[in-house]
Nanobody, 125 residues
């Protein structure tokens, strides 16, 4: 399984960005995918996740501003994160992750089996 993110960049506060992630050869009827982020000097935190039935979870800090979605084509899954109303506190490296089994604690990094290399998002005030 390969996980590759794209779409990071720099934006001013109030702006929008859309992250994409492609997970190749990733299948599983009870799997899920998610976005995590890690700011400098902090632990990696869950941003949002989505399972095979399109059930979603969001961190309280992004709910109402971020939207997670996915597209499935055979054995390839494409994950998106639409980020609106960005603020400087959203600055971080954003990681895409995939779990073979949808975890009880959706925002636990240890529950995810595959990770992308990360993409930087910088929001200036």
């Amino acid at each position: 399984v390969q996980v590759v993110e794209s779409g990071g960049g720099s934006v001013q506060a109030g702006g929008s960005l859309r992250l994409s992630c492609v997970a190749s050869e990733f299948t599983g009827s009870r799997s899920c995918m998610g976005w995590f982020r890690q700011a400098a000097g902090t632990e990696r935190e869950g941003v949002a996740n989505i399972d095979t039935e399109d059930n979603t979870n969001y961190a309280a800090s992004v709910r109402g501003r971020f939207t997670i979605s996915k597209f499935v084509d055979k054995n390839t899954r494409t994950l998106y994160l639409q980020m609106n109303s960005l603020n400087p506190e959203d600055t971080a490296i954003y990681y895409c992750a995939a779990a073979r089994w949808s975890p009880f604690h959706w925002n636990s990094p240890a529950a995810y089996n595959y990770w992308g290399q990360g993409t930087q998002v910088t929001v200036s005030s």
